[in-house]
């Protein structure tokens, strides 16, 4: 069992070490994420005292460059997708990003191009009555991506992007109606933070379906799609993406472990209430975003300078966004 603290830290969270911001977080009330991810000092070396670089979420001066970054992380995102086999069934699969100057707007993959050669310019902006509009790829888009994407949004005003693919491992444990049970560090991030919707009722081609799938996913960060696959939500593409990546290869574990469980003839181990919780907690949207960042990297790298590293215009609030590495 994790520690309980019994004192509470008062200095500000950036001057905090490793330490004393676990003792911080286990002593705060609620259960909800943390506002945001700190670079404290490490637990046993004590304060940084030289400066060193963080990744943030960047901030913007201009919306034009803010859309820019939103619409190059989705295009890198839609690779990563791809790379990793998200987008081999036909056209199935899509991610949107809200447009950060028409808020009631979203970009979305066009229908039937292939996830891994994405571009920014390749990416539709549609509105709510599903028009897709000139400052975008005038292409046509999944009918049924339309549909379960304008209900997460409307739903949710905090979610900037949501992701939904098809993969082996989600669509085998969306049939047994169970959710992710915190049987490792990686599916505690999920704990108690996603839902189940339990009624499929065929391809989403009507509106009312996509709004009780909204529902059913509620304030969390994911929902399982029962006889179908699952959606993540963040408030970074970077995040959904990653958080779907994650939590696909959680069920893929799961899976696996409840096999192995039953042909030993015992049962998986749990982790506690207490230390599910704090481990989720410290996922916050930042701390989602930083994990994704490394395949953006990879996305970069290897597209033949199709994408780039900065949009124009990135800044994190403490310095200029760190790309040099």
């Known amino acids: ?38 670079y404290g000092a490490h637990p046993i070396s004590g304060a940084q005292t030289d400066t060193v670089k963080q990744v943030r979420i960047p901030k913007f001066n201009d919306p034009l460059d803010e859309r820019a970054f939103r619409k190059l992380h989705a295009a890198a995102c ?40 994405m571009k920014p310019d390749d990416l539709c902006l549609v509105n709510e009555e599903g028009i897709v509009q000139p400052e975008g790829n005038m292409h046509a888009i999944n009918p049924a991506g339309f549909s379960i994407h304008l209900a997460v949004h409307q739903a949710r005003p905090d979610v900037v992007s949501a992701v939904h693919c098809h993969s082996i491992p989600t669509k085998a444990f969306s049939a047994l109606g169970c959710k992710l049970e915190p049987i490792n560090q990686d599916a505690c991030r999920f704990y108690e933070d996603h839902a189940i919707y339990d009624n499929f009722g065929g391809i989403v081609l009507a509106h009312e379906e996509g709004r009780r799938l909204a529902k059913a996913l509620g304030n969390k960060k994911a929902v399982i799609l029962q006889n179908h696959g699952i959606l993540t939500v963040s408030k970074t593409v970077d995040g959904a993406t990653y958080l779907f990546g994650a939590m696909d290869r959680c069920i893929e574990a799961q899976l696996q472990a409840d096999a192995a469980a039953a042909g030993r003839g015992t049962e998986t181990i749990k982790i506690g209430h207490e230390e599910a919780v704090y481990t989720r907690r410290v996922y916050t949207d930042e701390m989602e975003y930083n994990m994704f960042q490394s395949c953006f990297e990879d996305m970069v790298r290897g597209s033949n300078g199709e994408l780039s590293m900065l949009s124009g215009g990135e800044q994190n609030g403490y310095d200029r966004f760190p790309r040099d590495w």
């Open 1 to 38: 069992m994790a520690p309980s603290a019994i004192e509470t830290v008062t200095r500000p969270t950036d001057q905090l070490t490793g330490e004393e911001r676990y003792k911080q977080l286990k002593n705060s009330t609620g259960e909800k994420a943390l506002d945001r991810f700190t």
């Open 78 to 117: 839609i690779r990563w997708l791809g790379a990793n086999g998200y987008n081999n069934e036909g056209a199935g699969g899509h991610v949107t990003v809200r447009d950060p100057i028409k808020p009631d707007h979203f970009w979305i993959n066009p229908f039937c191009k292939s996830f891994r050669y």
